[in-house]
């Protein structure tokens, strides 16, 4: 059955760099929009970026414009975040979450599958 795998998380200090993956298997990588989205402790699950299916288009939220940047290879099943000057305030649960259309969304609601998630924590 379909399975997303998130890897990666961890503890950096805040102005480190991390970088995400989660690799797809059960399904063809290629048919779905790729997504992270993360969850603070307390907080709504936000949208943080989006990738179209062959990868020719990304979206990234506000917050982490600048910042972070979302990229995928199709040949290896697997979508990254590369996460760089990274502060106190991205400590979340990162997951990753696939949509069968060509652009994806940024609400959770339309995603069709989701990883079990990995924690990122940041300290100051």
């Known amino acids: 059955q379909v399975q997303l795998v998130e890897s990666g998380g961890g503890l950096v200090q805040a102005g480190g760099s991390l970088r995400l993956s989660c690799a797809l298997s059960?399904?063809?990588?290629?048919?779905?929009?790729m997504h992270w989205f993360r969850q603070a402790p307390g907080k709504e699950r936000e949208f943080v970026a989006r990738?179209?299916?062959?990868?020719?288009?990304?979206w990234h939220a506000d917050s982490v414009k600048g910042r972070f940047t979302i990229s995928r290879e199709n040949a290896k099943n697997t979508v990254y975040l590369q996460m760089n000057s990274l502060e106190p305030e991205d400590t979340a649960v990162y997951y990753c979450a696939a949509n069968m259309s060509a652009f994806g969304s940024r609400q959770p609601d339309d995603m069709d599958f989701w990883g079990k998630g990995t924690l990122v924590t940041v300290s100051s």
């Open positions: 990738i179209s299916r062959s990868g020719g288009a990304t």
């Open positions: 059960g399904r063809t990588f290629s048919s779905y929009a």
